[in-house]
């Protein structure tokens, strides 16, 4: 499952706040994944009552539960890879 993180930002021409994803984070592994600049429900993502936050079920073992995130979507998910910055040496 990947857990959908959102903002809200004004929307420059109708000028009302609006609930945008800024990414996700996968339950299993806890890394980044990298999730398009739209509303939760255009990329077929669905509100958890549990986890009080906006869900998409991906996982095999979660497959019982119905997905409107289409399979071309998935392919489209991808895990930023864990950077390090050096150190400075003082």
């Known amino acids: 499952m990947i857990i959908v993180i959102t903002t809200r930002e004004i929307n420059e021409k109708t000028k009302r706040e609006e609930l945008l994803v800024s990414h996700g984070i996968d339950s299993l592994t806890g ?3 990298i999730l398009p600049c739209d509303t939760p429900q255009e990329i077929g993502a669905r509100f ?3 986890l ?3 869900v998409i079920d991906d996982h095999p073992e979660q497959q019982g539960r119905a997905s409107s995130f289409s399979a071309n979507q998935k ?3 991808t895990p930023q ?3 390090t ?4 040496k003082w």
């Open 31 to 33: 890394k980044t994944v």
């Open 48 to 50: 958890d009552d549990n």
């Open 85 to 88: 910055t050096p150190r400075p």
């Open 75 to 77: 392919s489209n998910l």
């Open 81 to 83: 890879k864990k950077t």
């Open 52 to 54: 009080r936050e906006f």
